[in-house]
């Protein structure tokens, strides 16, 4: 599968590009835990099959310092014991808030409690925030068929400042 149009060669896409890094400062920027920040990311991209941001999020989390064995088995987070419950209530949250679709009613009240009992407001805010740029981003690359493997750590923010 051969890319279908850059991002980073187009002025418009690239405008666009710097204002979503803007806003995903304010996410990165936020009190939620940046481990949690990128197991919910990566948990997105896995489901929505975005191979560019799956590979970004597990190299960007490695180099922070996430473990192999952890960021293995996000996949599989419900069937794992690596994971705290706060991480596991941001990943049940993650999985309905991508898959919209899938359910007649989005996120559960039974996954929202979970959240309200982990998180505060400001933490709860940036989680949203973070759920629904990831599923953007992980369109935006889908649709143009931007290849994941090539990502560096740092790269994208580095390109955006």
């Known amino acids: 599968m051969e890319p279908r149009f850059n991002m980073f060669d187009n002025e418009i896409a690239v405008k666009f590009a710097k204002r979503f890094a803007n ?39 490695a180099a922070a310092g996430e473990t192999s064995v952890r960021l293995n088995l996000v996949a599989a987070w419900r069937e794992s014991t690596v994971f705290t419950e706060a991480e596991r209530t941001a990943l049940a949250l993650a999985e309905e808030g991508t898959r919209l679709a ?34 953007a981003a992980n369109r935006l690359a889908v649709i143009v068929h931007q290849q994941g493997g090539s990502y560096e750590p740092g790269a994208f923010a580095a390109a955006f400042n």
């Open 23 to 61: 806003a995903s400062l304010v996410i990165h920027q936020s009190p939620l835990p940046k481990s949690t920040q990128e197991l919910v990311a990566l948990r997105a991209s896995q489901i929505n099959g975005c191979g560019w941001c799956v590979d970004m999020h597990t190299k960007e989390a």
């Open 102 to 135: 899938d359910a007649y009613h989005g996120v559960s009240d039974e996954t929202w409690a979970q959240v309200r009992k982990h998180y505060d407001d400001d933490q709860i805010a940036a989680l949203v925030a973070l759920v629904a740029l990831v599923n």
